[in-house]
């Protein structure tokens, strides 16, 4: 019988609901291109309620336990001392969101003598050293597309808001004003901008689909080439290189995995190659981005704003910089853990257990890391490689 | 010579940048269906600087004067001492933006003996009686299509930000938070629910094409049917009234103008048809919800959220309800008045004058009403009447 360790982010401080601002979600057929939805056989909760949060527990106590595997659910995950350190010892399966890693470094994993599956119960596996968990023959998968359109809705959000400057605009009126030229003086149409994606997988291409009507101009770059008639769908632009694609664009967005090649691809000299003026929304990972060149260049405006919902560590130090730069619209990592997603990747997250447990391959497009090497979407989208570096820095949050 | 009053919001209280956030604005062709931009003969402006704000005097000093009329800025429009109430008594010609109404009342009009043509620096003519207008046989003109795609974005932007519960998410990250839970216990996805649209003009039809590809189920109602080939392509779903819409919408968005028919349209009973948790989005005129229905639909979460920036009267009283209402993510009256906006709308206020004063016609679709009834865009739109009742309450914001 298994010991499954699952880190969860805390409940709602402010208490749950009495009741949910809405009843139930709509009902999707599929993912876009037709990959079907998370298939468990069964699911012990209920759909457009928290279940990423630590007394939701993703819905999966009744299953576990109901086939006599121990669950451990804690948000304590920093730092040697947190109830996840204790528990990872002999752990066989570790669950973990993005929103709120448990990053898996080389020393916990080689702490973790039994540790054999670790699950992202969302997209992006960053937090757990891949390079360790393939050395140490782990699987490692995730529940792709379980929140790729929530991700996209969040980037089309972020960057009219900021090109708008919606948020600043909002503050007047709850002080009392009624400043519209304090508001405009920063407010432009998207309508005619260039906007640009570094990565157009699943979520870059839902975010070019979705801004293609607002009369833009798309640009890409990636390391797959789209095929030809979805270029000319969406009459985007392919560029090699972050690097070569920015000078033309006045909103780039970034929606790539993090990996050796992707951490710190935003620094000062790729900044320095934008538009002065561009706006830059990160919803992939905070690493991607370098912290302080970001928050310089909205000091001296090079960069018209920033948004996102990535950061690193997180949780971000209280004096994290992009918590109180100028012109920003940070989000905590929210974007893929709406309540819509929520519903999804908890189901994902039983599928990939039902088939671990019952002997059955786990869907190939879910997999990042299987029989020692890259396999699956990890394969396609990741490099072997260590991303956590300088994760410890998260238990500072506590203090 | 004629003498021109013209009415526009106050300068930045922050005083103007030293420099705009980006530098210039992107080129457009022409509005979507071909009609042509603004054809002044020449222009005395930088597009991309603020113009239509007491300073920017829509950049019409130096026009105006060339040819020997004489021009009043003013942002002081209301109550019976102010500038603009003075200076109306011997104006031929008023131009006024609807972000800060000058409301031409019947009373004011009957002061105003030699008032002959009131240009709306936008669109939306309502804080004009109408008609007061047509008995009198005054020219209202307005710059149709101008701002009509900035007013989309906004739409598109405020109605992702209330069901992903952006701002209240932002506010967490800057108190020094990493709250997700008690952020996304009222976040959605969009994905999969119905959007309707009350009017499917320039703006509605810019909202419908926006939303397309978020793959949501789309739906209008209007007096004036869109054509069958419009209706499949968008594949949206018509409805006789908004009564009739709004019971099978998860989001509904108003684009009509405020006419008589309009005026108080969502009142207590259509808000009760609507679904339980809907998001209600109103960029079109505030006085088309009912002011206290709303906050009250907010408190008992009949509505998940409000949002929009027209208000009535303009400016709102300080302790306008819907200033401080929860789950709203209003702005000042800014959604037409961009950079982008303001560039297009005080050209095509030039280009009117130009007709006015060389005895040429001004285009139909820029009429409003002319030779004592409703004419052009007015006749298609609008009903004649007064929606400017009330309107005195915004001499309050000053105390």
């Given at each position: ?8 982010y ?44 630590v ?42 969101q993005?929103f ?107 975010v ?5 009507p607002f ?42 995995p ?6 710190n ?10 538009k ?87 869907r ?36």
């Amino acid at each position: 019988m298994a010991k499954v360790v699952c880190v969860l982010y805390d409940d709602p401080v402010e208490g749950f609901p009495n009741a949910y601002a809405r009843d139930g979600l709509p009902k999707l057929e599929s993912f876009p291109g037709g990959q079907t939805l998370p298939t468990p056989k069964a699911i012990d909760f209920q759909p457009g309620t928290l279940l990423g949060s630590v007394s939701g527990e993703l819905g999966l106590r009744t299953f576990l336990e109901g086939q006599g595997h121990s669950l451990v659910v804690t948000s304590d995950k920093d730092g040697p001392d947190s109830v996840f350190e204790r528990e990872l010892v002999d752990a066989d399966i570790v669950i973990s969101q993005p929103f709120w890693p448990a990053y898996l470094t080389a020393e916990r994993i080689a702490k973790a003598s039994k540790l054999k599956l670790a699950i992202t119960a969302g997209i992006g596996s960053d937090h757990v050293d891949l390079q360790a968990a393939i050395d140490r023959g782990m699987t490692v998968a995730e529940v792709t597309y379980c929140n790729s359109i929530s991700v996209s809705e969040h980037v089309v959000m972020m960057i009219l808001s900021l090109a708008r400057n919606y948020i600043p605009s909002y503050q007047w009126v709850v002080k009392g004003g009624w400043n519209i030229a304090d508001c405009v003086a920063r407010s432009y149409d998207i309508e005619g901008m260039a906007i640009g994606t570094v990565g157009a997988g699943r979520i870059g291409s839902a975010v070019l689909r979705r801004l293609k009507p607002f009369d833009v101009k798309l640009h890409y770059t990636d390391r797959h080439r789209l095929p030809e008639a979805v270029e000319q769908e969406l009459a985007v632009t392919f560029h090699k290189t972050a690097a070569d694609m920015v000078p033309v664009c006045d909103v780039v967005t970034i929606n790539a995995p993090l990996h050796p090649e992707t951490e710190n691809l935003f620094d000062n000299a790729v900044i320095a190659k934008m538009k002065r003026g561009a706006y830059l929304v990160n919803t992939a990972r905070g690493k991607i981005c370098n912290r302080d060149a970001v928050a310089r260049a909205l000091e001296s405006g090079q960069l018209a704003g920033y948004a996102g919902d990535v950061w690193f560590p997180q949780p971000p130090p209280k004096d994290h910089p992009w918590r109180s730069m100028p012109h920003h619209g940070m989000t905590p990592h929210i974007s893929g853990s709406s309540l819509s997603a929520q519903a999804r990747y908890a189901a994902g997250t039983r599928e990939i257990l039902e088939c671990w447990f019952e002997g059955r391959p786990i869907r190939e497009e879910y997999l990042i890391v299987a029989g020692g090497k890259l396999a699956g979407a990890g394969a396609h989208s990741y490099s072997a490689g260590d991303a956590t570096r300088g994760s410890e820095e998260a238990a500072r949050f506590k203090t």
